[in-house]
């Protein structure tokens, strides 16, 4: 299977724009026959938001909002599974840093991601997410969900991993530098894929660290994106290896667990 990420530079608050530039990054990675895109946190809107207001402006409805609208017609035409990263707004007004899910099947739409550990100032204007870790069966890959700042705790991995998830999808706004070392480990420790999508570009002063990074379950970095450029990154994966957990003929890294251990 083919997966891929999208590094762009999103403008802020500006989604018209972000849906054109996104759908030519998306289009060139379908076109070296990517089958699973994964897009940044955030990819419509930006990031760097000043208040409880800017978000409302341009957050929407998943899966009725035009976010979710534009990943599942790209989804339906070009054959494809995307996971990208918005501003969602529940009936009852409550704002999340969500992702989504689409592919070409059925409706398009498969559902939704809402970020469990909020970044610094996100706090100020997200809530925290309410539906859990979330892996997605699209019958031809078993895809987990993460925001960015989850990846810090890796109890976000490993639940989405014993869940089943070969792929975990992480949509990212990467501003620390560790993530791109961290996620090979991810990977390793739960013989999983992981395709983090970062942004590049600055918004009011932060700096994103691009460096959009696909690991292998051997902790294989498979592609890395540069600091500064837009661009995608696409490599063929087998997700046999995601599915066998053995390490060798003896250890195998779900049934050594001894979670009798773990609690305090
Ligand atoms: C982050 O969670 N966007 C750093």
Redesign the pocket.
């Known amino acids: 299977m083919k997966i891929a990420y999208v590094q762009m530079e999103p403008l802020f608050l500006e989604p018209e724009r972000n849906y054109s530039r996104a759908e030519e990054l998306i289009r060139e990675a379908a076109d070296r026959g990517a089958e699973l895109i994964v897009l940044p946190?955030l990819f419509d809107t930006g990031?760097n938001f000043e208040s409880r207001e800017e978000v409302e402006e341009v957050a929407g409805e998943i899966p009725d909002g035009p976010t979710t609208e534009f990943l599942m017609e790209l989804s339906r035409e070009l054959g494809v599974f995307l996971v990208a990263g918005t501003a969602e707004k529940d009936e009852k007004g409550r704002l999340y840093n969500s992702a989504v899910v689409t592919g070409p099947i059925g409706s398009s739409y498969i559902g939704k991601y809402r970020k469990v550990h909020l970044?610094?100032r996100?706090r100020l204007f997200f809530s925290p997410g309410d539906l859990g870790f979330r892996v997605f069966n699209t019958g031809t890959a078993k895809i987990g969900v993460m925001?960015?700042?989850d990846w810090f705790f890796p109890e976000s991995a490993r639940t989405l991993a014993l869940k089943g998830a070969e792929v975990i999808a992480h949509p990212?706004?990467?501003?620390?530098p560790y993530a791109p070392r961290a996620m090979p480990i991810r990977a390793l420790e739960n013989r999983v894929y992981t395709i983090t999508a970062n942004r590049v570009g600055e918004e009011r002063g932060l700096r994103f660290i691009g460096k959009s990074t696909i690991a292998s379950p051997r902790a294989e970095v498979l592609a890395m994106g540069s600091e500064d450029s837009e661009e995608v990154g696409v490599v063929d994966v087998d997700l046999s290896v995601a599915r066998d957990k053995r390490l060798n003929d003896i250890n195998h890294i779900f049934r050594d667990r001894r979670p009798e251990f773990y609690s305090l």
């Open positions: 946190e990031y970044f610094h996100e925001i960015c700042f990212s706004n990467l501003v620390m």
